[in-house]
């Protein structure tokens, strides 16, 4: 059996790549196969076959991986509790696993009762957040990723050069809600389709900028901002938009496959904006049906009455594990031949604060 899968309730993208490694006599899929959490499955009678097509990359992005390093490193380094602002990531396994090891989420900061240590999410905060901390004397660790603090940047220098910032983004979304929380009041326009695009109206001297939400769909986001440069042909802006790597990837894989595939499944949250963006893209790209499962519980086995291809992929914030599941009950209940589409080796990693690394 390959160790860390087995013993470790969710394994990061680097252990994962270091189990294979090192045990490259024992197919993968075993390794993790394993875990059922209820229940017997129902063999289908007619043993009908089934392929799954795997997209690659999928799952944990580096961003996420960081982060989840920073609550587990904050851990070790403080003891419990450690308290969370926010999901760390939008994954509810990954928060209950943390709860687990001594992690404690709330809201807002307000609601920790003492001088303990603070872990920001991924997703990014508002400049009011770390302040607040400071305040109250809180010891904090920003896990916002890097590509998300990369777009703080920019609406700051955008700022400072005196343009208004259009961000192109899902409202209410916490990194929406931090990178707005990076200027002033009014200094900034979110927008979530091309009609938004089409009805914004500015005075004629305002000098524009535009930065984007770095988990959106690529497709929707490009047609959105050749409706800003038609209409504001100033307009400044990203030499490529903001969204991030692990989003690009992700997508590619699922366009890579799509077409082959009779469903897919994309596990990952329902509050996961990369993993809906998924299902969409899926469905676009001629996929007859895609659906989002947190886990393989929630697959309705009538689903796949029909289908003979089965696209799996996984959000940035969903772990391995979860995939594994999902694969195992369909190994469970039909002759599965798996087929692994890889469109890039990913090989990005964020290091982490140097408060957990002295
Ligand atoms: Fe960072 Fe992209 Fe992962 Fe979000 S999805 S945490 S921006 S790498």
Redesign the pocket.
Known sequence: MIGPAMSAPFVSRHAYRIAVARAPQIPIFRGYAAIAESGMPTRDPEGRKLTILLASPRGF????DR?IQIVQRALERFGAPVYVRHEI?HNRHVVEELERQGAVFVEELDEIPGQYPVVFS??GVPKSVPADAEARKLLYLDAT????SKVHREAEVHFNAGHHLILIGHAGHP?VIGTIGQLPPGAVTLIETIADAEALEFKEATRLAYITQ??LSIDDTIGIIEVLRRRFPAIHGPRKEDI????TNRQSAVKSIAERCDLMLVIGAPNSS?SRRLVEVAKSCGCPAAYLVQKAEEIDWAWLETVDTVGITAG??APELLVQQVINQLQERYDVTIEEVSVTVET?HFKLPRALTA
């Open positions: 992005c580096a961003g996420v982060a990531v991924a997703h990723c890097p590509l998300v990194e770095t988990t991030c790597y692990a989003t990369n940035a914030s990005t």
